[in-house]
């Protein structure tokens, strides 16, 4: 596909992102007062999404995986220094 189209898609995209948050952000007043009205009250604290827990669980495995991560490669670089410092001796 041409990148002239992938850049279309991509801002037609985000277009349609905007006028999503901007349709709702206009229409926050009409159903707070139709939810008045009616008599429903509003949550005060909806319930995690099963998509919002499994995004809080792929960030700490991420974090954790990250640390992991840095802990295997400084070893490897304690372990290559070390076998190069033997190999030095050895020349010697």
């Known amino acids: 596909m041409s990148k002239h189209f992938e850049?279309?898609?991509?801002?037609?995209?985000?277009?349609?992102?905007?006028?999503?948050?901007?349709?709702?952000?206009?229409?926050?007043?009409?159903?707070?007062?139709?939810?008045?009205?009616?008599?429903?009250?509003e949550e005060e604290e909806p319930e995690a999404s099963r998509l919002d827990r499994l995004q809080a669980d792929l960030k700490r495995l991420e974090a954790r995986a990250e640390g992991e991560a840095r802990e295997a490669v400084a070893s490897a670089r304690e372990r290559v220094a070390e076998y190069r410092g033997r190999d030095a001796a050895k020349a010697e």
């Open 7 to 41: 850049d279309a898609r991509y801002y037609l995209g985000r277009a349609a992102e905007h006028a999503k948050a901007g349709v709702k952000e206009e229409l926050e007043p009409v159903e707070a007062r139709v939810k008045d009205l009616v008599g429903i009250e």
